[in-house]
C-alpha cells in the first residue's frame, strides 16, 4: 500500500527523502511527493505516475530545507492526480498518511459547514484541516496533531510536518505500520525498516495506537491512552535495504529464482532433514486437543491455506477450515476454545488478515500468525509467530512468500500428526525427507523455463484463460489464474479439474487455453478424462505434468515437463511454472511486472 518517509536531517533532505520512496516502490503506488521546510517554510513536489516524474520536478524546481516527509500513494479517496497527492497541506501544516479514515465524509462536511475549503478529493485533506484548525485555535503543534487523532475512524499511519517547526515531526499509527529510525543528531520516519536501513540500524516499531513526536534529539512515544511508552530499540541489519534485481530482468523473476534458498532456509530453521524429524520448540505449537484448525488468509495466503487443509487432514487427520479473512469476523463462526487459529500473511500488516485474528483472540484457543515480518502487527498480536524466512519480497505479485508459508504449514501439519498420534518416528522421517528433496525438485522445475516461456507468449494473446486441477493441485490452479489476472490482466479461472462438467465447459472454445496441472498420481487418469472434455470442445490444451504423465499422453497441444515430486510436496514444484506462465505472458503483453495497476504489496485497508 501507500509508504511514508520522514527526515530530521542535517543536510538536503530532498535527495534523501526520494532516495527512501524509491526503496518503497514495491508497495505500488500512482502518485508521489515530499513537503520539506526551507527557512520554517513550507514547499511541496507532487507528481501522478512514477518517482521519475517527482524526480524531474525536484530536479526542475529544488525544495531546500533539512527537514521533511514523503509519500507514495495508491488512490483510495480521489482518482491519482497531483492535487489528490500527498502530502496534503492545510494551512500550516502538511500530512502524509498511509491508510483510509472511515468517516471522513462526516469531519469533511463539519470543517466546510465551518467555512473551510477543499482543494483535494482525499480523506488525508480532512486530517490536515482537522489540525490546521486546531492551530488556529492557538493549540502547539503537538497538541493540534495529538487533539485530532481521537476524531478519526478506521486505520492509518499519519506523519505532520508543521511550518515554522523544522525540529518537528508528529507520527501516529492505528493499523498500518510505522517505523522509527535513531541517527546520530537525526531522525528518521518510515513506513518499514527496508526505507530506514540504509540511514540507521536502528529501529523503533511503534505499537498499536502509539503516538510520537519527533526532534533530532530523539522520540517520545506515548501509547494509545496517551501515557509515555517505552519501546525498544531493535537493531536491522543493513542488508534488510539492499534489494536489487541483480542479473534479472525484474524483482518478481528474481524472486521465483530464490525460492530453491529460501525455502531451503525455512526447512532448516523448522525441521532436522539429516535427522528425519520436525523441531517442536521452532514451531511452539501444540496441536494434540485440539477440536480443529481455522486457517484464515488472504490472495496468495489463502490458496496457501487450501493446500494446507490436504495435508492437515490427510496427515494430522483433524478437521480444517478455511476462511478468507475479509468474511472471517463477519461470518462469526461459532468458537469452541480448543481450536488452533491459524493466520497467514506475507506483510503481517494484511488489514483483513489482522482484524480476523483480533475478532478470534479471547476465542479461539491458540493464535499462530505465519509471516514474512517477524516484527508485524499480526505477529506481536498471536501467541506464537512463525517466520517464513522468504526475505524481502520486493514485486507486488508473491512468489517466494508462498511457497515459505507452503513449508512451514506443511511441517506444521506433520508436528500435529505427531502429537496426535497420527505419525510414528519412521512416517514422519519419510515426509522430512520429502521436504528435503523440495529445493532440488523446484531448482530442476526452473529448468524447464524456456518452454513455459513460448507456452506463456502463445496465453499472452488470449482473452480468457482456465486453469484445471484435482486435489493439491486445484489450490496450484487458482493461484496461477490469480498470477495471471494480477499480472497480464487477461481473464484467468481456476477450477477444480472435475467442477468442468457442471457449468464451465461452456466456455470452452478454440481461443481459450486451458492450462492443467497434473502430476501423474493416483488422480492423473480421471484429471485426463476431464482434460479430453475441453480438447473435445476445441480448447488449446497445456499439461503440466511430470514424465510418466508425459508418457501416458493425452494428446495435449503443449506439455511442460515437470521432475517427478512426491504428493506431498507436488505443490512447491508446480507453484514453479505457475508463476512462471504468468510472469513470461506479462512480459509478452508489456505490463508493468513488478507493480502491477491497481495493486499494492501490503493491503492495509479493507
Keep these: ?18 532516495a527512501a520512496l524509491k526503496r518503497l516502490e514495491y508497495r505500488g503506488y500512482d502518485s508521489a511527493g515530499i513537503a520539506t521546510l526551507d527557512g ?10 512514477k518517482l521519475s516524474a517527482l524526480a524531474e520536478r525536484i530536479a526542475a524546481d529544488p ?33 502524509v498518511h498511509n491508510g483510509i479514515i472511515e468517516n471522513f465524509a462526516e469531519l469533511r462536511a463539519e470543517l466546510m459547514a465551518e467555512g473551510r475549503a477543499f482543494a483535494s478529493q482525499t480523506d488525508t485533506e480532512v486530517i490536515a484541516q482537522l489540525c490546521d484548525r486546531e492551530l488556529a485555535a492557538g ?7 495529538l487533539a485530532v487523532l481521537p476524531r478519526l475512524e478506521g486505520a492509518f499511519a499519519i506523519a505532520f510536518l508543521f511550518e515554522g517547526h523544522d525540529d518537528l515531526i508528529v507520527a501516529a ?11 546520530e543528531g537525526e531522525m528518521f520516519l518510515g513506513s518499514d525498516a527496508i526505507a530506514l536501513a540504509p540511514m540507521t540500524g536502528r529501529i523503533t516499531y511503534l505499537e498499536e495506537g502509539d503516538s510520537a513526536i519527533l526532534t533530532r534529539a530523539g522520540a517520545v512515544i506515548r501509547d494509545a491512552a496517551g501515557r509515555p511508552a517505552d519501546r525498544p530499540v531493535r537493531i536491522v541489519s543493513p542488508e534488510t535495504a539492499l534489494v536489487d534485481k541483480g542479473n534479472h530482468r525484474h524483482f518478481m523473476l528474481k524472486e521465483i529464482h530464490e525460492q530453491p534458498v529460501v525455502v531451503t532456509q525455512a526447512l532448516g530453521h523448522y525441521a532436522d532433514p539429516a535427522a528425519g524429524r520436525v523441531a517442536a520448540a521452532a514451531l511452539g505449537a501444540d496441536f494434540g486437543d485440539a477440536d480443529r484448525i481455522l486457517l484464515v488468509a488472504c490472495g496468495t495466503g489463502h490458496y496457501a491455506c487450501h493446500v494446507a487443509k490436504y495435508w492437515f487432514e490427510r496427515i494430522a487427520r483433524i478437521p480444517v477450515e478455511i476462511d478468507i479473512a475479509s468474511e472471517f469476523r463477519y461470518r462469526d463462526p461459532p468458537l469452541s476454545g480448543r481450536e488452533v487459529a491459524i493466520f497467514v500473511s506475507q506483510s503481517g500488516e494484511t488489514a483483513d488478515t489482522l482484524a480476523a485474528l483480533r475478532h478470534a483472540r479471547g476465542r479461539a484457543g491458540r493464535i499462530l500468525a505465519v509471516v514474512n515480518n517477524i516484527e508485524s502487527s499480526i505477529a506481536r498480536e498471536a501467541d506464537i509467530a512463525l517466520p517464513i524466512l522468504a526475505g524481502p519480497e520486493i514485486s507486488v505479485a508473491s512468489t517466494k512468500a508462498f511457497t515459505c508459508q507452503l513449508m512451514v504449514l506443511a ?8 502429537q496426535r498420534g497420527r505419525l510414528d518416528a519412521a512416517a514422519e522421517a519419510r515426509l522430512v525427507t520429502q521436504l528435503a528433496h523440495v529445493p532440488g525438485a523446484m531448482n530442476r522445475a526452473l529448468s524447464a523455463e524456456p518452454a513455459i516461456a513460448a507456452a506463456a507468449g502463445a496465453i499472452s494473446h488470449a482473452r480468457d484463460v482456465l486453469f484445471l486441477g484435482r486435489g493439491a493441485m486445484y489450490p496450484l490452479a487458482l493461484e496461477g489464474a490469480l498470477k495471471l489476472k494480477e499480472l497480464s490482466y487477461i481473464h484467468a479461472e481456476g477450477y477444480a479439474a472435475g467442477e468442468m462438467k457442471h457449468g464451465p465447459i461452456a466456455l470452452i472454445d478454440g481461443t481459450v487455453p486451458v492450462i492443467v496441472l497434473a502430476p501423474g498420481d493416483g488422480v492423473f487418469a480421471k484429471t485426463l478424462s476431464n482434460m479430453q472434455e475441453v480438447m473435445a470442445r476445441g480448447a488449446r490444451v497445456i499439461l503440466i505434468t511430470d514424465a510418466a504423465g508425459a508418457a501416458a499422453g493425452g494428446g495435449a497441444e503443449t506439455v511442460i515437463t515437470m521432475p517427478p515430486a512426491d504428493p506431498f510436496v507436488a505443490p512447491f514444484v508446480y507453484a514453479i511454472p505457475a508463476q512462471l506462465i504468468a510472469y513470461h505472458a506479462a512480459v509478452a503483453k508489456g505490463t508493468d511486472v513488478d507493480q502491477p495497476r491497481n495493486l499494492a504489496k501490503s493491503v492495509t485497508v479493507e
Excluded: D, F, Y
Design 411 to 418: 511441517m506444521l501439519a506433520i508436528l500435529a500428526g505427531r
Design 139 to 145: 493549540a502547539s503543534p503537538e497538541a493540534a496533531a
Design 63 to 95: 525544495p531546500g530545507g533539512s527537514i521533511g516527509i514523503g509519500h507514495t500513494r495508491w488512490a483510495t479517496h480521489g482518482a491519482p492526480s497531483e492535487t489528490n497527492a500527498h502530502p496534503q497541506r492545510a494551512g500550516r501544516v502538511a500530512v
Design 40 to 49: 520554517g517554510r513550507l514547499q511541496m513536489r507532487r507528481a501522478v505516475g
Design 173 to 183: 499509527r492505528r493499523g498500518s505500520p510505522l517505523a522509527i529510525g535513531h541517527g
Design 1 to 18: 500500500m501507500c509508504g511514508i518517509v520522514g527526515i530530521l536531517g542535517q543536510g538536503e533532505v530532498a535527495p534523501r527523502l526520494l
